[in-house]
């Protein structure tokens, strides 16, 4: 699975993988986090309305592919 846009947002939101994943709570580790973003894992439902919630994104959005950065190719 390609990298997801979740780093983007939440960064945006100020918030590191530590703070993301105690606000969703739920059990979640940074780690899992860190599968979310890199796009090796997706989240459980319950986890990406949780997302949701704390980012202000639909979860559509924050899973979305990454563009893939062409510059120098």
């Known amino acids: 699975m390609p ?4 780093r ?3 960064k945006a ?3 590191s993988q530590v703070q993301l994943a105690a606000a969703i709570g739920e059990g979640v580790d940074p780690s899992t986090v860190s599968y979310w973003e890199s796009g090796d894992r997706c989240p459980r ?3 990406a309305m949780a ?3 704390v980012l202000g994104v639909a979860a559509t959005r ?3 592919p990454a563009p893939v950065n062409v510059e120098g190719a």
């Open 3 to 6: 990298r997801t846009m979740l």
């Open 8 to 10: 983007k947002y939440r």
């Open 13 to 15: 939101a100020g918030l």
């Open 45 to 47: 439902f319950v986890h």
């Open 51 to 53: 997302l949701e919630d």
């Open 62 to 64: 924050l899973l979305a």
